[in-house]
C-alpha cells in the first residue's frame, strides 16, 4: 500500500514570497491534515478536512495560509507571503474516517526554510 | 483544550538499559492516547495506541505503554533498548472521541553503543 506522498521535499524561499506544498493521500482515506513542525516542537494541527470539507482550521493563521481539497483527494497547502516564523516542517497526514479510532498516517514532510 | 507534556527531551542509554518516557496529559474526559516515533530520515510512524480496555498496551519493537488515568499519564517503557531505538518520540491525545491531535513536544532518544 502506498504511504502519504508530499512534494517538494524541501523548499528554500525568501521572505515574502509565496510556496505551495502538494499532498496526495492514501487512497480511500477521507480525511486528511495538515500539520506545522517548529524545530523543537511537536507537530501542530493547522487543518483537517473531511472529504473535500474543512472540520477544523482554527489554528491556521488565515491572514497568509490557504488550503484546499479538490474533489476530496489532493491537497495544496499556500503560504502567501512568507514570514521568517514560517521555517518549519509542514506535514501531511490522511486517515479513514472511523469517530476517534482511527490511526492517522504521515506523509515525509516538506521542509520550508525562510531566508 | 488539552495538552500534553512530554519531561524529558533527550535522553542517552547505553544498549541493553531499560527505557521509560514520561508522557502526562490535560483533559478530564475520554482520551484516546498515541505514542509515535521518528527515526532519522524517516517520517512520523505509529508506535502504540490505546484506545480503551487493558490499560497496558503493546506496540511494535518490544515496547509498551501504560495509561494510568489517575495519573493522567501514559509513558512508554521499553526494557531493553537497542541502537536501532535511537530516534524520537512523541506523545500525542486526541480528546473526546473527535479526530484531533494534540502532541507533545517531542523527547529525542540516543543509544550509545
Known amino acids: 500500500e502506498a504511504g502519504v506522498a508530499q512534494s517538494p521535499r524541501y523548499k528554500i524561499i525568501e521572505k515574502r514570497q509565496s510556496v505551495a506544498f502538494w499532498c496526495n493521500p492514501i487512497?480511500?482515506?477521507?480525511?486528511l491534515y495538515w500539520y506545522q513542525q517548529i524545530l523543537g516542537q511537536g507537530p501542530k494541527l493547522l487543518i483537517q478536512f473531511q472529504n473535500n470539507g474543512v472540520v477544523d482550521d482554527s489554528q491556521l493563521p488565515k491572514d497568509r495560509f490557504s488550503a484546499e481539497r479538490l474533489k476530496g483527494v489532493d491537497s495544496t497547502l499556500k503560504i502567501q507571503p512568507a514570514k521568517l516564523e514560517d521555517s518549519a516542517v509542514y506535514l501531511c497526514a490522511s486517515s479513514l474516517w472511523e469517530q476517534g479510532r482511527d490511526e492517522q498516517f504521515f506523509g515525509p514532510g516538506t521542509r520550508l526554510t525562510v531566508l | 483544550a488539552q495538552s500534553v507534556s512530554q519531561h524529558n527531551h533527550h535522553v542517552i542509554l547505553s544498549e541493553a538499559a531499560s527505557l521509560e518516557l514520561g508522557c502526562n496529559y490535560s483533559y478530564g474526559g475520554t482520551v484516546n492516547l498515541f505514542w509515535y516515533v521518528q527515526y532519522p530520515g524517516q517520517h512520523l510512524q505509529l508506535l502504540l495506541k490505546y484506545f480503551s480496555g487493558d490499560p497496558l498496551v503493546k506496540g511494535i519493537k518490544g515496547f509498551e505503554a501504560e495509561f494510568i488515568k489517575s495519573k493522567f499519564s501514559f509513558n512508554l517503557r521499553k526494557p531493553s533498548v537497542q541502537w536501532s531505538d535511537t530516534a524520537e518520540y512523541f506523545c500525542?491525545?486526541?480528546?473526546?472521541?473527535?479526530?484531533?491531535?494534540?502532541f507533545g513536544t517531542g523527547t529525542q532518544l540516543k543509544v550509545e553503543l
Open positions: 500525542a491525545v486526541k480528546a473526546g472521541g473527535g479526530n484531533k491531535l494534540t
Open positions: 487512497s480511500g482515506h477521507a480525511t
